[in-house]
């Protein structure tokens, strides 16, 4: 079965600076999809990035960045220039079959 | 584009009776739904998967019998809890999925709060 770790519970960014939220999972298989989600405090789930596993190119949406290492399977995620409407849970995923296995997510707090 | 409703947003409903959540997918037409169940400060987890027309697959430990799912059409999945407890009180969100899509949209939520 798969699995999705996030270490780290809770992290926190000074506004305008950088932070990078922890992912590593465990597969088997050899073509999935890995996402991030962001779930802000309206508890509507919000993707954020998505990575297909075939793909060697890191994905990148403006501000927010991956670094996903397929042989180490690991997948962070880099927000850059940090806001304040940034603060929320994030959480890793992973897609195979359709089926998406979440991690137990971050709570990101904005220090202005 | 890829909308998901979800409704009601907030249900509260007394112990032993049933209470029905609607899923619809408002812009497409979703293959495959999916229904979660998140408990206050924890992750998402999967009770089960329906696609339409067929009977929906319920991950290990989620009880058929007492969460009813039901995928009558091609944008619209009903959860119904039946003969609700506190403890089933929870946020239920789901999701939808087309083809070759690769991703999940999700609804909004529900909130459910068994008295």
């Known amino acids: 079965a798969q699995t999705v770790t996030q270490s780290q519970p809770e992290m926190s960014v000074q506004e305008a600076e950088t932070v990078t939220l922890s992912c590593t999972y465990d597969?088997?298989?050899?073509?999935?999809?890995l996402f991030w989600y962001k779930q802000p405090p309206s508890r509507q789930m919000i993707l954020v990035i998505r990575?297909?596993?075939?793909?060697?190119q890191n994905a990148t949406e403006n501000r927010f960045s991956v670094n996903f290492q397929k042989a180490a399977k690991s997948f962070s995620l880099k927000i850059s220039d940090s806001q304040l409407g940034d603060a929320a849970m994030y959480f890793c995923?992973?897609?195979?079959?359709?089926?998406?296995?979440f991690g137990t997510g971050t709570r990101l707090t904005i220090i202005p | 584009g890829a909308v998901v409703s979800q409704h009601p947003s907030w249900v509260i409903c007394k112990s032993g009776t049933s209470v029905k959540i609607e899923c619809r997918s408002l812009?497409?037409?979703?293959?495959?739904m999916f229904w979660y169940r998140q408990f206050p400060k924890q992750s998402l987890m999967l009770m089960a998967t329906?696609?339409?027309?067929?009977?929906?697959?319920?991950e290990q430990g989620v009880e058929k019998d007492k969460f009813l799912i039901n995928h009558a059409s091609l944008t619209l999945s009903t959860l119904t809890v039946t003969s609700a407890h506190p403890e089933d009180s929870s946020f239920y969100i789901c999701?939808?999925?087309?083809?070759?899509?690769?991703?999940?949209?999700f609804g909004p939520g529900t909130r459910l709060t068994v008295t």
């Open positions: 999701s939808a999925s087309r083809q070759g899509a690769g991703e999940q949209y």
């Open positions: 597969t088997s298989e050899s073509d999935y999809y």
């Open positions: 990575q297909e596993a075939y793909k060697q």
């Open positions: 995923a992973y897609g195979g079959n359709e089926k998406l296995t």
């Open positions: 812009d497409f037409q979703a293959t495959t």
């Open positions: 329906s696609n339409e027309g067929s009977k929906a697959t319920y």
